[in-house]
């Protein structure tokens, strides 16, 4: 889905700001019609943000189910003619837009933009009134999923994932417009060939394109045009291309016309592209045709006060921390990120593992962590048609979300899902060969979890690489290290020798409190976590079928209450307010060459 964008031919209004606001504790608004007038109450909200810590009320923090957002808006009487639309980039975890009485798009899934056609909805030059309503329970429907448990007190949400469920309207809303006639959607597919780079590409087109055709450029970073091509596709060839690189975020733009018959642009759409191939050769995974060992994080969109709400100031800073520490890479665990953070990972040269929703599919995992109650995953009651449907539809908005990224080099479908039973491979089976189907250039894997060792997973054969999150030292022989190598290293041989394709650790860490500290490497001290991921270091120097470390967390972050979470997760190799632990400068002394 092509983002909003301006130039003579279109325009946009980010329609960020406050809003007014309405938390639906009894549930009452869609049946009371709360769109067809100003909001109940005179509380305000800020857009982009999640709304649970905005307010210093713990039944905000820990409402289930609706709330609603409303904003009027004044549509220039100047787009009078043009195809006016409204786009969400994110609403969690489902929404139903108005403009006016007029319902204009529905949509499941917290994390992938929806939009709707209002041009015939909206009245030109005057205001007019938007309210979404935004529902945050999580289901046996939902990806992620959950359930509501009933309590003397009221509902309570339960998930079997290990991060807070921040809701809201979470990143930008846009009205925009483009011409009637227009480029829907754009494709590109880079390889290279030694010094030679191609971009395949595609131009979908909507609305009265007859006789129209497309035109498309190709420039470098100096604005030099370096390839052009004309129809609705093609293969335009670079000789002597400058590479996108990871560490060196090379982008070409890619700029897009439509002319009519007298040879006038009716629509124009820009992307920038950058030229690289990605591939998995035996247990190597190669950019460009060169073996690359990813260093870096799993992290999460997380931060104080506004929850899951993107904000460009922290992401350049989280960006900074990672160019400090020495990463050259991220997953967007566990769902897809803001577009913002895509775009910043290209032109940086960040190499990104691109993950669904689909995180807590392990029910019986339940245990401790999440404090849910344990089932059988997969089954007519839980996990079962339904939510892989919806699981399809999350990968299918995230590949045509961010497909022409070059710094996504890889999907995940899942993390830590139940891979060890005949039902995780009913279940998983449709959903790699739909990622393929849409996105052929790309690897696709999920994340392994620790109860699915590489004799007993059942999942791991559809994958082009082996992704794991071990615990050996912290869930697993806590405080003892010694242990703790052998068999990690014992488990990463198996993985190894038995699937011999490259293994990627995408998750490895310890709790630990900043401040705490001791001679003797104690669990929770700064002390422990160094000296447990050097034990890790260790062990992946010794195999090389180890093309890939992702520390767990790059930050603290928030949970869900529970008695083995201290005020969230303490795995982050920096606070929550982005200081760094001791282990932050052992990662940077492992990672960067030049310290
Ligand atoms: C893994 C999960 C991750 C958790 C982490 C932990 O993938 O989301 O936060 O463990 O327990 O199981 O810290």
Known sequence: MLRPSAHALRDRRRLDGLWRFAVDSDGVGRDQEWWQAPLPGRTE??????????????SVRDHVGDVW???TVHVPAAWEGQRIVLRFDAATHRAVAWVGGTQVVEHEGGYTPFEADVTDVVTVGADNRITVVVDNRLSWESVPPGYVEQTPAGPRQRYYHDFFNYSGLHRSVWLHTTPPAHISD?????????????????????GPAEGLTAHVVLRDEDGHEVARGEGASGTLVVDQVHPW?????YLHRFEAELHDSTGSPVDAYSLDVGVRSVEVRGTEFLINGE????????????????????DNASMVHDFALLDWIGANSLRTSHYPYAEEVLDHADRHGIVVIDETAAVGMNLGLAGGIVNAETKPTFSANTIGEVTQHAHLQAIRELVARDKNHPSVVLWSVANEPESDSAGSRAYFEPLFTETRRLDPSRPVGFVNVMFAPADACVVSDLADVVMVNRYYGWYVDPGDLANAE???EDELTAWADRHGKPIIVTEYGADTVAGLHSVVPQPWTEEYQVAFLDVYHRVFDRIPAVVGEQVWNFADFATASGFARVQGNKKGVFTRERHPKAAAFSLRERWRDDV
Not at 45 to 58: C, E, K, T, W
């Open 69 to 71: 957002y409303q904003t």
């Open 186 to 206: 754009i494709t590109v597919v880079t390889g290279l060939d030694g010094t030679t780079g191609t971009v395949d590409y595609e131009i979908e087109t909507s």
């Open 45 to 58: 909200i800020a857009v982009p943000a999640s709304y649970n810590d905005l307010f210093a009320d713990g």
């Open 245 to 249: 690189r990871p560490g060196e975020g």
């Open 486 to 488: 052998r068999a990690l």
């Open 291 to 310: 073996p690359f060992y990813f260093t870096g994080f799993g992290m999460h969109e997380d931060h104080s006060v506004r929850g899951k709400g993107h």
